[in-house]
């Protein structure tokens, strides 16, 4: 018992968390909700990260009357305390090894879900934890490390394809954005399809273009890929294509990729290196979100050619910038573009860079689907998410 007590005392006194605070505070709110905060990073939101954001930043101004614990691997930052209901609590170590993923989310989060007899745990990347009795409402965005393995690294991949089924199994809800990543999550986990709520991501409101594009189609000068720089983002064939496509048409047109740098392996550097039009593509690696605002609107067009996804935001957001889309023809990007986009198999390098052609030479073709995608992305807003999300975690407050 001293040493439970001392390990108390050092934990909630030496990270910055007031326990006081929250015990004055708790009688203001009928619930607790605990959140897996981990992916709130200071200008370093991705994928997860900014799901993170746009749900709970609405989830917590709408609902003052619960209290938040926004639980964190590192220090934070108070852009992501969205207001006085929230109560940050940094927990070591920080979770970026599956190592340490374990130790944070099986020792760490049940400890301070005990600790502070939260009602709800809500975790936004599926994680959680396996031996809590805490109602636990998970958000699995796609399980890609099933179907292609051999592109996450090895230890991640065996922490993945290991302890999600598990996740899956003892969430009390579990939400993913997309049907095709909820078929995917019955075929593989063998989850009770009344389980598992569908509820699509949604676009934040500085890429959508209000009226008519200041620039014209024939005054935009590069394609555009955004998304983290992984194999399954088939990247390979992308340069291939747009070299054929350079080769073909002499176009005096670029390629910008967007996007941070996971798992970029020597065949994928290779095939740049070999590109006979290299000079053509630029790296911009990770932007803030005004500069990538002006990278989506300025574009000729984006082209998404992943091997597997879950939702493909990239594909909303392009959109809802009134670009063109030229995207894999993968059953969840057909479920998300529907007939706002060109599809093509992402294995066929002529056929992508035939349609990157087409847009470069067809104003009627960029125009119809520059109007379809405008259509199409008005379907997605955060707005919208939040409150179904909430309405998942909702049912566990009593």
């Known amino acids: 018992m001293l040493i439970y007590e001392i390990f108390s005392f050092f934990l909630f006194f030496s990270v910055n968390f007031n326990y006081i605070t929250f015990c004055l505070n708790f009688i203001l709110f009928f619930m607790i909700i605990a959140v897996n905060a981990r992916f709130l990073i200071k200008n370093k939101l991705e994928g997860i990260g900014w799901y993170s954001y746009e749900v709970l930043k609405r989830i917590v101004i709408a609902h003052p009357e619960h209290q938040f614990l926004f639980l964190f691997d590192r220090p934070f930052d108070e852009e ?38 939260a009602d709800v745990f809500f975790s936004p990347d599926g994680f959680v934890p396996l031996y809590a009795k805490v109602k636990t409402v998970a958000v699995i965005h796609d399980i890609n490390f099933e179907r292609y393995p051999e592109f996450v690294p090895f230890l991640t991949s065996w922490y993945y394809r290991r302890f999600f089924p598990k996740f899956a199994a003892k969430s009390s809800i579990i ?38 594009q200041e620039n014209l ?12 720089l992984s194999p399954r983002k088939n990247i390979e064939f992308l340069l291939r294509a747009f070299d054929s496509f350079k080769a073909s048409s002499n176009a005096d047109v670029s390629l910008l990729i967007v996007g ?31 500069d990538l605002v002006d990278v989506y609107k300025n574009a000729l067009a984006m082209v998404f050619i992943p091997y597997y996804e879950g939702f493909g935001i990239p594909l909303v957001e392009a959109m809802a910038s009134g670009i063109p889309v030229i995207a894999s023809d993968i059953d969840v990007l057909r479920e998300v573009a529907q007939d706002a986009a060109i599809f093509v198999p992402p294995a066929q390098v002529q056929t992508v860079a035939a349609a990157m052609t087409s847009i470069w030479l067809d104003t009627t073709l960029w125009a119809d689907l520059s109007k379809k995608g405008l259509l199409r992305a008005a379907y997605f807003s955060w707005n919208k998410s939040a409150e179904k999300v909430w309405k998942e975690i909702a049912q566990f407050l009593h």
């Open 80 to 117: 992501f305390i969205f207001a006085r209901n929230i109560v940050p609590l940094v927990l070591p170590p920080p979770a970026r090894h599956p190592v340490l993923w374990h130790i944070w989310f099986q020792i760490m989060v049940p400890w301070v879900l005990r600790r502070y007899k």
């Open 260 to 290: 941070e740098k996971m798992h970029l392996n020597k065949q994928m550097n290779k095939i740049f290196l070999d590109m006979e039009y290299k000079n053509d593509v630029r790296f911009l690696g990770r932007l803030p979100l005004k």
């Open 217 to 228: 189609m024939n005054m935009k000068s590069y394609f555009l890929f955004v998304g983290a």
């Open 175 to 212: 939400i993913t954005v997309s049907e095709f990543s909820k078929n995917e999550i019955i075929k593989f986990y063998h989850i009770d399809e009344d389980k598992i709520s569908v509820i699509y991501n949604g676009v934040n409101e500085k890429y959508i273009i209000s009226g008519k």
